[in-house]
Structures are given as C-alpha cells and as structure tokens.
C-alpha cells in the first residue's frame, strides 16, 4: 500500500518576508562593516611594520649648551610600547678621549611613553668655585637630574656623547676620539677652524625625519646634517619632539570612531577631515609607511584642514588620532 502526503502549504505574509530580507539586510551590512574595519586594520599594521623598522630604539633629541652649566640633553621614544630606562646610560667623551672614564656616566632611571621625551638636565644645584649652579627653571623642566661632576651635561661642545645600553651605542652625537677644539661646526672639516659653532653656545634639535640613532662613530661629524641649530639659552623644545615614527601602536587603530575625508579622492590642494570627536593629531602616511605630513589640533575642533598640494599623485592612508589613544585609518586616494 503506497502512502501519499500532502504538502503543507504556508500562506504567503508580505509581512514575514520583508523582516527576513531586513534582518538579511542588517547581516549583510554587518558583515561589510566588520570587513572594512579588517582591511583597515591590515592596511595600518602593514604600515606601522615598515615604519616601525627605522623607529625601533630611543635616540637623542635635543642638546643644550647653555650659560655656566645650563646644559640638558633629551632623548626620545619613537616606539609605540613604552620603554623602561633600566640598562641605559648616557656617557660623555671628552676632548677627544676614546673612553667616557673622564667625561662621566649617568645610568637613566624611569619610563619613557611612546612618542614621549625625556629630559635630563645639569645637576648642580649650588655654585663651587668658578662652577656655578644650573638654573633651577631649567631643573625644573627635568625628569631626571645628571650626577656630580664628572658628569655627561657638563659638556662644553668638544665632547662627544653617546647613549648606550648595556655597552652597546644606540646614539652618537659628535665623534669619539676626536678633540674638534672649541666645537664642531658646519664646514669641513668640521672643527673650529672653519665654520659656524654647533655644539658650543646652542641648543640643537634633531630634524624630524631622523628615525633613529648614530650606532657606529662617524669618519666625520657634520651637526648640520641631522640636527637644527638654534640660540644659546633655548630651552622651549625640551620636554617635547616632533618625528616622522608612527608611534601609535596597532592595539590603538579601533576605527570605532567615523571619519570623513573630502574630497576623497582628490585632485590635490586641500582635503577637509571631519569627525565624530575632537580631533588630536592627523597624520598622512604613504605606501611605505613614511609619515608626510603631521598636524596637532586643539582637542576640541572636529575638523581639521590638511594641505596635500606637495603630495605626488598615488594611495595614502590618513590616520586620525583622538583622545584616550583612539585612533581611525581611512585611504585617501591623490589624482
């Protein structure tokens, strides 16, 4: 005996039907969504790991050679982790000495945040003699206080210093073994025969496109080339350094936070950035992860205005930073 079953058949609901295509809807937009913010995130690790190549150690940024002992030096993080101090030193070559045993040494203590700087000024408080005290607004910019002399910030621009961890040299500003006179300057061959002083009586601030130290001591040292000289006395830079290094690590691109860009793309000239929060800093990075333009806002604007007229035509991705270390990453595309 053969069995035969009716189909059951399902009245049609126009209403049933325009909730499953919604809810489609709403999987289909998700899943965009989350595709999106995924190529985002591959796209700003594939440029933080081309950066992060050359940023890789702390380096120093700044050195000043001012009246008496007023003299600092400062070094910076280019790193998107913080860096623990422990193991480094700053040493001080001098008048051509091949060994820091008569210039001094000071072991660094403390932590340096990434894209942070980190100053450490003369240490000495009271005047002795014809040696007289640092100036205490200077201390006062301080994170750390050198040691007794002989110390690395009494230099007095023929002494090379270096930073160094564990016997290792991740930064050389001067050369060692060489006594250049009064200073190095700006002309071969870079001794105080010919040219300007650099090292004596300045302050010199490391260009922001170096991404790292000095590692082997140089046939010659010309200051010019990697360094900004400024005035005697200057000391309104310290505490603070502007480098190309993308310092903002992964973790920190959630792109949780909208952005728009126009026009986008563009035909070159300006390009207009608006978003959800107040803007912190933007930055415009190419294909080879080389940062090419960086502009702070004020925190509370959320617009910003970036000049890309000098920017050859191709793909750039900009980065957008916001407060509590959000960040977004849209592409920009240059005609």
Not at 188 to 211: C, E, M, V
Not at 214 to 238: E, I, R
Request: proline fraction near 5%.
């Amino acid at each position: 005996m053969h069995c035969k079953f009716k189909k059951k058949r399902i009245p049609y609901n126009p209403d049933s039907l325009q909730d499953e295509t919604a809810q489609s809807g709403k999987k289909l937009l998700y899943k965009l969504n989350h595709m999106k913010k995924l190529l985002l995130s591959v796209f700003a690790l594939a440029i933080y790991s081309a950066a992060n190549a050359q940023c890789n150690e702390l380096f120093i940024s700044e050195y000043v050679d001012g009246t008496g002992n007023d003299k600092a030096l400062e070094i910076f993080n280019p790193t998107p982790n913080p860096i623990n101090l422990s193991g480094y030193s700053l040493n001080r070559y001098s008048n051509g000495a091949t060994t820091f045993t008569a210039g001094g040494t000071l072991s660094l203590s403390g932590t340096i945040a990434s894209g942070q700087a980190f100053v450490i000024a003369n240490g000495q408080t009271t005047t002795s003699g014809t040696s007289p005290a640092c100036s205490p607004a200077l201390q006062a910019i301080a994170d750390l206080l050198d040691g007794v002399y002989p110390a690395p910030t009494y230099m007095n621009g023929d002494d090379a210093i270096t930073l160094e961890k564990a016997g290792q040299k991740l930064d050389i500003l001067g050369k060692i073994g060489e006594d250049p006179g009064a200073s190095w300057t700006d002309v071969f061959p870079f001794n105080d025969g010919a040219g300007a002083y650099w090292t004596k009586d300045h302050t010199l601030q490391r260009k922001a496109s170096i991404t790292g130290g000095v590692t082997s001591n140089p046939t010659t040292f010309d200051p010019s080339v990697q360094w900004d000289s400024l005035p005697k006395n200057t000391w309104t830079g310290l505490n603070s350094h502007t480098c190309t290094c993308p310092t903002a690590g992964i973790s920190e691109v959630d792109n949780t936070i909208s952005v728009l860009i126009f026009p986008n793309p563009s035909n070159g000239g300006s390009v207009s950035i608006s978003s959800t929060e107040g803007i912190v800093t933007a930055e415009i990075v190419n294909m080879v992860g080389q940062v090419v333009i960086n502009k702070t806002g004020n925190k509370n604007d959320k617009t910003m205005l970036l000049d890309t007229t000098e920017l050859s035509k191709g793909v750039y991705f900009v980065k957008v930073s916001f407060e509590k270390g959000k960040s977004t990453v849209v592409k920009l595309s240059i005609k």
